[in-house]
């Protein structure tokens, strides 16, 4: 009886047709809620406007923005912004399924959401990123708000952008709402320890699954792609448990070193040089060898797709940590499950930052602030029985982790919409 949406036409390793491949694996382990599925492959509202704004020249330009909310059956919508000239509808509607999977996983009390705007903000200036920011944020403001969807950041949007749309929607309805975004400045109801918490949650889950397969982290050596806000923290928690990071790989180059690269002088060098190229504490490999480099433990936290077939049959690890999202293409990832690779797949593995989101949400709506250590502790123990109850599952159906943490969050879902009911 149902007919296949209209406003997009999704192929095998496109975002959206990735999702539903997904969500197909799924089924057989939902016993009498897969009477519900279909809710799952369809977002509940998706949402397109136009952001025109005026130029520093005077000029005006239009761009393509979204909102699109996948489920709001569990609770309001919660995922975020991304700035990007690729972005379309179909990967919106991907990456906001994939929160809902996220949220349900972790078991916040959230549905799925994500948004975005065709744009490619390096060629604005910092007036026209706040105009920008401020018109989608107005336009998006029919359907956003601290009980209905609250954004955050997500790829080329930060602390500062989050800072201008929850002032533009606070301006809109009279009042100071700081809980309709996350990802904020501390000083204006943001959470201690957000920054690093993704890299933190990478952290957990892999010396959680480094336990279970026993894997030493003492000596352990880690391969990290990515060398930003996500693969940083992770590196830096990993080294101080005793690993040693072995490979990095940027935008700007590859760096191995088999003794364990310093992280005290890399962390300032990136920061001043803008990547890890030039770094004397490690020899400069070609980019396609940092996939064969011999290590324990490989952390792609950088983008999305980039384990595909060729490298992950190079891929030397024990362990794959998905601190990116998507990073590994659905043909990979059966390579890796035949060399029996274990992957901790992205929607647990990165689920630190939308665990702390989810306290910074609680913290603005009561006005009282954690400690880090209070929020650090939190997101461990969150972290830790989410991943039990996923690996539970995977033991007893006998499935991979990935197909696990769907079918824990899937459940949560259709469950919750079997108990709702449909309107009317
Ligand atoms: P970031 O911009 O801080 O860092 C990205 C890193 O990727 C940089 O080191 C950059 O040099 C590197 N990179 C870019 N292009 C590359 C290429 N072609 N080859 C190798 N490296 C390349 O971003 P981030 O916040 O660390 O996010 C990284 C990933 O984690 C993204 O997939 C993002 O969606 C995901 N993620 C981030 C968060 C978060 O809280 N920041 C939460 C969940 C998921």
Redesign the pocket.
């Given at each position: 009886m149902n007919e296949a949406l209209s406003y997009v036409q999704p192929t095998a390793e496109s975002a959206w047709g990735i999702y539903l491949g997904q969500i197909e694996r799924v089924l057989p382990y939902l016993g009498h809620l897969a009477r519900w599925a279909e809710t799952l492959r369809r977002p509940k509202r998706a949402l397109i406007v136009d952001v025109p704004i005026e130029l520093d020249d005077g000029s005006v330009a239009h761009f393509e923005g979204y909102r699109v909310q996948h489920s709001l059956t569990r609770g309001p919508g919660k995922g975020g912004v991304r700035y990007h000239p690729d972005v379309t509808l179909e990967e919106v509607m991907a990456l906001s399924a994939w929160m809902s999977i996220k949220n349900a996983a972790v078991n916040l009390p959230y549905g799925g959401a994500k948004g975005g705007i065709r744009v490619d903000p390096k060629k604005l200036s910092i007036k026209e990123l706040e105009r920008l920011t401020r018109r989608y944020t107005s336009e998006i403001g029919i359907i956003i708000g601290p009980n209905q969807d609250i954004p955050a950041p997500?790829?080329n949007t930060n602390a500062q952008v989050m800072a201008w749309m929850m002032d533009t929607y606070s301006m809109n309805v009279g009042a100071t709402a700081t809980g309709v975004v996350t990802g904020k400045p501390i000083h204006l109801g943001g959470s201690l320890g957000r920054v690093k918490?993704?890299g933190r949650g990478v952290f957990v889950t892999g010396r959680e699954a480094a336990r279970r397969i026993g894997l030493p982290l003492e000596g352990a050596r880690v391969a990290v792609?990515?060398?930003?806000?996500?693969?940083s923290a992770a590196a830096e928690l990993f080294h101080q448990a005793g690993a040693r990071i072995v490979a990095v790989?940027?935008?700007?180059g590859s760096l191995v070193n088999a003794k364990g690269l310093d992280l005290a002088d890399l962390i300032p060098h990136v920061r001043q040089r803008g990547?890890v190229a030039g770094f004397a504490g490690g020899e400069a490999m070609a980019d396609e060898d940092f996939w064969g480099v011999d290590c324990d433990i490989l952390i792609p936290?950088?983008?999305?797709g980039q384990i595909r077939p060729e490298r992950a049959q190079r891929i030397r690890a024990r362990l794959v940590l998905e601190?990116?999202?998507g990073p590994t293409v659905p043909s990979a990832d059966d390579i890796l499950a035949e060399r029996g690779i274990l992957v901790v797949p992205d929607v647990i593995c990165?689920a630190g930052?939308v665990t702390v989101s989810y306290f910074e949400w609680v913290q603005d709506f009561s006005s009282f602030f954690w400690t880090e250590d209070e929020i650090n502790l939190r997101l461990d123990k969150i972290i830790v029985n989410a991943l039990k109850h996923i690996w539970d599952t995977a033991d007893r159906h006998k499935i991979s982790l990935r197909t696990a943490t769907f079918a824990v969050a899937c459940e949560r879902i259709l469950l919750a919409r079997e108990e709702r009911g449909l309107y009317p």
């Amino acid at each position: 009886m149902n007919e296949a949406l209209s406003y997009v036409q999704p192929t095998a390793e496109s975002a959206w047709g990735i999702y539903l491949g997904q969500i197909e694996r799924v089924l057989p382990y939902l016993g009498h809620l897969a009477r519900w599925a279909e809710t799952l492959r369809r977002p509940k509202r998706a949402l397109i406007v136009d952001v025109p704004i005026e130029l520093d020249d005077g000029s005006v330009a239009h761009f393509e923005g979204y909102r699109v909310q996948h489920s709001l059956t569990r609770g309001p919508g919660k995922g975020g912004v991304r700035y990007h000239p690729d972005v379309t509808l179909e990967e919106v509607m991907a990456l906001s399924a994939w929160m809902s999977i996220k949220n349900a996983a972790v078991n916040l009390p959230y549905g799925g959401a994500k948004g975005g705007i065709r744009v490619d903000p390096k060629k604005l200036s910092i007036k026209e990123l706040e105009r920008l920011t401020r018109r989608y944020t107005s336009e998006i403001g029919i359907i956003i708000g601290p009980n209905q969807d609250i954004p955050a950041p997500d790829v080329n949007t930060n602390a500062q952008v989050m800072a201008w749309m929850m002032d533009t929607y606070s301006m809109n309805v009279g009042a100071t709402a700081t809980g309709v975004v996350t990802g904020k400045p501390i000083h204006l109801g943001g959470s201690l320890g957000r920054v690093k918490a993704t890299g933190r949650g990478v952290f957990v889950t892999g010396r959680e699954a480094a336990r279970r397969i026993g894997l030493p982290l003492e000596g352990a050596r880690v391969a990290v792609q990515g060398f930003g806000n996500v693969g940083s923290a992770a590196a830096e928690l990993f080294h101080q448990a005793g690993a040693r990071i072995v490979a990095v790989q940027d935008h700007t180059g590859s760096l191995v070193n088999a003794k364990g690269l310093d992280l005290a002088d890399l962390i300032p060098h990136v920061r001043q040089r803008g990547g890890v190229a030039g770094f004397a504490g490690g020899e400069a490999m070609a980019d396609e060898d940092f996939w064969g480099v011999d290590c324990d433990i490989l952390i792609p936290a950088a983008l999305e797709g980039q384990i595909r077939p060729e490298r992950a049959q190079r891929i030397r690890a024990r362990l794959v940590l998905e601190g990116a999202n998507g990073p590994t293409v659905p043909s990979a990832d059966d390579i890796l499950a035949e060399r029996g690779i274990l992957v901790v797949p992205d929607v647990i593995c990165n689920a630190g930052g939308v665990t702390v989101s989810y306290f910074e949400w609680v913290q603005d709506f009561s006005s009282f602030f954690w400690t880090e250590d209070e929020i650090n502790l939190r997101l461990d123990k969150i972290i830790v029985n989410a991943l039990k109850h996923i690996w539970d599952t995977a033991d007893r159906h006998k499935i991979s982790l990935r197909t696990a943490t769907f079918a824990v969050a899937c459940e949560r879902i259709l469950l919750a919409r079997e108990e709702r009911g449909l309107y009317p």
